[in-house]
């Protein structure tokens, strides 16, 4: 079974661009959540979509979006780039239901300059 | 506010020996814990797990206590070997919302 792919795993933008990070989860699975992985701040977690619908939401400012497709790949975008953007940014899927545990891609290394 | 917490940021340990990474969290809605490892340049990979109705599950080398009245868990790893230094992180789930709540990891370093 294919693992879950994330493209593209390096980018570097300027400040006020906006960028779109994808993930494709391993087949089957219909929850995909997004993280942003910083030095000393862990996985804080940005969204989760299960089967196309926004479920559960972090604590990040509204340029930081996302939404599902009926295939279950995900899109995440971040709107008018800052420099604090810079991170690793990791993308999970799972079944999403029950107790679960989540299978991660490689990351996107986003570097804002 | 972290629900969801590792006080320590890393932990060195002798090859051979015992490693102890502890986690505490807050929500009492949480009913699912988890272990994931992280080497640099990688996804976290899944470890072990324990659902709350257990204290205690065991994986080779691997065991994960569940403290539900101290609101604490922790990941037992015996013996310790270099292969195992990374990146640890808990993370907990409320099944009833699905909502998953990663701590901010503590890095194992096994010395040879």
């Known amino acids: 079974k294919a693992g879950v792919t994330q493209t593209p795993r390096y980018l570097i933008k300027t400040r006020g661009q906006q960028v779109t990070l994808s993930c494709s989860p391993i087949?089957?699975?219909?929850?995909v959540s997004w993280y942003q992985q910083t030095p000393g701040q862990g996985l804080q977690f940005l969204f989760e979509?299960?089967?196309?619908?926004?479920?559960n939401k972090g604590n990040f400012p509204g340029r930081f979006s996302g939404r599902q497709f009926s295939n279950s790949r995900s899109e995440m975008n971040v709107s008018t780039l800052e420099l604090g953007d810079s991170a690793l940014y990791l993308c999970?899927?799972?079944?999403?239901?029950?107790?679960?545990?989540?299978?991660f891609g490689p990351g996107t290394r986003l570097t804002v300059t | 506010d972290q629900q969801v917490k590792q006080n320590s940021p890393s932990l060195s340990v002798q090859e051979g020996r015992i490693s102890i990474l502890n986690c505490d969290y807050t929500?009492?809605?949480?009913?699912?814990f988890l272990w994931y490892k992280k080497y640099p340049a990688e996804g976290p990979t899944f470890l072990i797990s324990i659902s709350s109705i257990k204290d205690k599950n065991e994986d080779g080398r691997f065991t994960v206590f569940l403290n539900k009245s101290a609101k604490h868990l922790s990941l037992h790893i015996v013996p310790s070997q270099p292969g195992d230094s990374a990146v640890y992180f808990c993370a907990a789930e409320d099944s009833g919302t699905y909502k998953y709540i990663f701590g901010t990891g503590t890095r194992l370093k096994v010395l040879a």
């Open positions: 999970a899927s799972s079944t999403g239901q029950g107790a679960y545990e989540q299978y």
């Open positions: 979509y299960f089967s196309e619908t926004q479920r």
């Open positions: 929500n009492s809605m949480f009913d699912y």
């Open positions: 087949s089957g699975h219909r929850s």
